[in-house]
């Protein structure tokens, strides 16, 4: 069975989506992730079966293969053990594909199933807004940055049982208030810290705004 949750990369200040298709067939179980991952996305397929398994479902006892479309795209991080570990879910049948349309699903996997804090969460979410996504489901502790963004149903949740309970209807989250940047904040509503490498530039631009020169 094949299934397909979307995803996203950050690319500087922007995103671009991803798409992680997941198919199950007969063979020699295997897990295999394809779609120019780094060594982070690579180790994800630890992290994805220890928290299926201690979430309480079954990671499948197939050959498993993973596609991160687009393949030309590098892939980094371990933001894709979420909507890995659902599409794996979904494939092998434990969760209705249905459960995952219109939604942009990132974030790092504990090994008991809970999730972790993600960077770049702030243009993923701008990103799930303006390809009409409609929603983001993501940890807890990056809902705070999502909120920020007008237009898109955030999700916070604290691990993977409490998603498919969520998605489900057994237990459902209420979407995270939307709120507004504080006088403090960026305008533009992005920092630094939501910039993957560059760090050369990062550090000329610090220098260029604390001396007061031209850029």
């Known amino acids: 069975m094949l299934a397909k949750v979307h995803t996203a990369a950050v690319l500087g200040l922007k995103g671009e989506i991803v798409e992680v298709e997941v198919d199950t067939s007969r063979g020699l179980p ?13 180790e994800s397929r630890e992290r994805v079966q220890a928290a299926i398994k201690n979430a309480g479902f079954i990671f499948p006892r197939q050959k498993v293969t993973v596609n991160l479309a687009p393949a030309d795209l590098r892939k980094e991080g371990p933001a894709y053990d979420l909507p890995i570990a659902l599409g794996v879910l979904a494939a092998s049948d434990q969760i209705d594909p249905s459960w995952l349309e219109n939604a942009l699903a990132v974030g790092e996997l504990s090994l008991d199933g809970s999730l972790r804090h993600v960077r770049g969460v702030l243009p993923m979410a701008v990103l799930a807004r303006d390809e009409s996504l409609g929603r983001i489901l993501l940890p807890e502790i990056d809902a705070a940055e999502a909120t920020l963004v007008e237009g898109l149903e955030v999700i916070a949740v604290s691990s993977l049982i409490a998603l ?52």
């Open 30 to 42: 295997s897990f295999t992730i394809v779609g120019l991952p780094d060594t982070a996305v690579q």
């Open 164 to 215: 498919v309970n969520h998605l489900s209807g057994v237990l459902p989250i209420a979407p995270a208030p939307h709120r507004k940047p504080g006088r403090t904040a960026n305008p533009d509503g992005v920092d630094f810290n939501a910039v993957h490498g560059q760090e050369n530039v990062k550090c000329a631009l610090e220098v260029a705004a604390v001396g007061g020169y031209n850029v």
